[in-house]
């Protein structure tokens, strides 16, 4: 069983940098594909990156260009670098880590961790 924990989050003015990290316990983080999502107050959970288990990236058009996430596999953890922030980038972020073998998807999440961007 996979444990992911996330931290980083706080309260930053507009134009501020975060990074948020996910850590894992449990297991090997590299073998999985790690997303990063992020809910605001009354609005659906939305994505916003993802890494594959080879490193490849992708990032929400809401983010790309200013969030760029990255693995650090000797400490099993998964980082979100934010830079420029914006007050709509205020929400819980989660990361969850996912992985498929044959027909089978594993996936698990962690508990979150608050952004919250003032203007």
């Known amino acids: 069983q996979v444990q992911l924990v996330e931290s980083g989050g706080g309260l930053v003015q507009a134009g501020g940098s975060l990074r948020l990290s996910c850590a894992a316990s449990?297991?090997?983080?590299?073998?999985?594909?790690v997303n990063w999502h992020r809910q605001a107050p009354g609005k659906q959970r939305e994505w916003v990156a993802y890494t594959t288990s080879g490193g490849s990236t992708n990032y929400a058009d809401s983010v790309r260009g200013r969030f760029t996430i990255s693995r650090d596999n000797a400490k099993n953890t998964v980082y979100l670098q934010m830079n420029s922030l914006k007050p709509e980038d205020t929400a819980v972020y989660y990361c969850n880590a996912g992985y498929s073998s044959g027909s089978s998807t594993i996936v698990y999440w962690g508990q979150g961790t608050q952004v919250t961007v003032s203007s």
């Open positions: 449990g297991g090997i983080l590299s073998i999985y594909a």
